[in-house]
């Protein structure tokens, strides 16, 4: 066919995709192709069809070749950066979409995803000014909004990260990611009341939310019925608010709680529930219910009102581990967290990291780590000096009895950091600059567990300084309890 002829067909695959039609839309492309396998157009059309029926690899490769065939296409390089982005390789979107920017494109979508793949790469600094570009070309736009929130909170601006979240839910009252993100905001920068109102809205934005036929609990007295409260988040949230059963069982006549297995031997043993059940366990007969993690919202806790008398879990005498004979300081040190958390990358550290700790005499090292990450297994498999007792952790009654037996524990923001501070041992929690919002901000010390002490970053991404004080501190230390 000639030039015009084919720029006519092509234009009716255009069409076909537009209307959602792609297997049409492709059959048309790869007869095309065999005319003219160099063309741009087509090769960026294809390349669109390819990623919207989840070809992702196919659909980057022919981009790919557009790009080469027509260098200067802005709308090329775009879809190429949305691939990227879809394929969780921010740094090619972002590479591909600043050359988007460079050749003219001023779309507030392409400073949306150039802003998402700079978030990811962990730079927020400039995710806010992309985010910002999107706003100001786009006013409406709820997400540009919420994601500015979002890089202010990484940013530890709490003030602007509220007054951009409060800009999406003026134009979506019904946005649940934006609440969520605010109600963080509020409860980090210690407004409790009004985040935990918030956060009790909105907090299962990201899972399925458990539904029961009985009332839910609002905090009422509720004597001589049995109040079910059930899991919902990770170890640490579920050790955490285990401060609030007492609370809760004064004022209901019966407590059954939830937990994940790992769990229920040591809340069992702590006696902090009437019953204890494992996730996926027949539930027993109950009248009320409420999830754990809306306790402190039901209850109306504030920093100054929150109960924090411990210990309140208890191990038995009988599962004390194997501990090295001697008068030295015993230091338990957990370093990462769980990989799937939404913030590992941030939280967590390398054991390399711990290594000025490691230096300091007069201290027995002791791995609290369960399990040690694939990255680091050669560095502790080298380590002489460090015992190593998480391998045997298989659930938390044996944690929290290594944990007893610890002078002090040093961690990062882990499960480990709670369980210690619930068992009221000495505990240094690393963390990183933007923290999780129950740590607040700059302060050394938490409402949450007296025994505790914060080392925080100051620089983004960097345990060097943090680690450092924490060696000073526990050398100090040592030399006291010597």
């Known amino acids: 066919m000639d030039p015009s002829q084919f720029q ?19 059959g048309v492309c790869r007869s095309l192709m065999r005319q003219n396998p160099r063309d741009s157009q087509l090769l960026f059309l294809l390349g669109m069809i390819l990623q919207s029926t989840g070809r992702s690899l196919e659909a980057r490769q022919h981009l790919e070749a557009a790009a080469v065939s027509h260098p200067q296409s802005a709308r090329i390089f775009n879809a190429l950066g949305f691939v990227h982005l879809h394929m969780k390789n921010p740094a090619g979107a972002a590479a591909c979409y600043d050359r988007a920017i460079e050749l003219g494109l001023r779309e507030a979508n392409t400073y949306y995803s150039l802003g998402n793949a700079c978030h990811q790469l962990g730079q927020p600094e400039r995710a806010v000014r992309l985010f910002q570009a999107a706003t100001a070309l786009n006013p409406q736009d709820t997400a540009s909004w919420n994601n500015l929130g979002k890089c202010w909170q990484d940013l530890n601006r709490l003030e602007e990260s509220l007054a951009a979240y409060d800009r999406a839910l003026a134009l979506d009252p019904h946005y649940t990611l934006a609440r969520y993100g605010r109600a963080l905001s509020l409860l980090t920068a210690g407004r409790w ?14 899972i399925k939310p458990r539904q029961f036929p009985q009332p839910a ?9 049995t109040l079910f409260l059930h899991a919902e988040q990770g170890f640490g949230d579920a050790i955490q608010y285990a401060r609030f059963l007492p609370a809760a069982r004064a004022l209901a006549g019966t407590v059954i709680l939830e937990c994940r297995p790992e769990l ?10 009437d019953t204890v059940i494992a996730f996926g366990e027949p539930i027993p007969a109950f009248d009320f219910w409420a999830s754990q993690v809306s306790l402190p919202g039901i209850l109306g806790v504030s920093p100054t009102t929150i109960p924090n008398c411990v210990p309140y879990l208890k191990t038995p005498s009988n599962h004390a581990p194997q501990m090295a004979t001697g008068r030295k300081l015993k230091v338990g040190l957990a370093w990462a967290g769980n990989p799937s958390h939404h913030n590992d990358a941030a939280r967590s550290a390398r054991l390399s990291d711990f290594l000025p ?6 201290a027995t090292f002791y791995s609290l780590q369960c399990p040690v990450p694939e990255g680091d297994e050669a560095d502790f498999r ?15 009654l044996a944690t929290a009895a290594a944990v007893t037996e610890m002078d002090l524990v040093i961690t990062v923001d882990t499960a480990i950091a709670h369980l210690a501070g619930a068992l009221a041992k000495p505990v240094w929690t690393l963390l990183p600059l933007a923290p999780d919002w129950r740590w607040m901000l700059e302060r050394e010390d938490t409402p949450w567990y007296p025994t505790m002490r914060l080392f925080r970053q100051t620089r983004r991404s960097e345990w060097g300084p943090v680690m450092l004080r924490a060696a000073e501190e526990l050398n100090i230390l040592t030399k006291i309890y010597v």
Do not use: C
């Not at 080298?382 to 938390?396: A, R, T």
């Open 382 to 396: 080298s380590l002489s000096g460090v015992m190593d007792l998480g391998q045997g952790f298989h659930e938390f």
């Open 193 to 206: 009341a009004e985040g935990f109102r918030e956060y009790n809205q909105s907090r299962s934005h990201g």
């Open 8 to 26: 006519s067909v092509l234009k009716g695959a255009f069409d076909l995709h537009n209307a959602g039609r792609h297997t049409e839309a492709e």
């Open 217 to 225: 609990w609002q905090g009422e007295p509720i004597p001589g019925q």
């Open 264 to 273: 229920k031997p040591l809340f069992t043993h702590s006696s902090i529930a």
């Open 357 to 362: 700790l490691l230096a300091v005499p007069d």
